[in-house]
């Protein structure tokens, strides 16, 4: 259940900070969306390797 949470925290605070930097520069959204989803991409596959 603990991971559970985290997860759902953790997306919830990556959720906020992308709305939060959209509200101050919309143009820098888009580069900064690029590397969460290159970051989420190598996690899941770490996480894959590794179980």
Do not use: Q
Not at 19 to 30: C, H, K, M, S
């Amino acid at each position: 259940m603990l991971p559970v949470l985290l997860a759902v925290f953790f997306v919830a605070a990556t959720a906020a900070g992308l709305i939060g930097l959209a509200l101050v520069d919309w143009r820098t959204v888009p580069p900064i969306t690029g590397t969460c989803a290159l970051i989420l991409t190598l996690v899941a596959l770490a996480v894959t390797v590794l179980h």
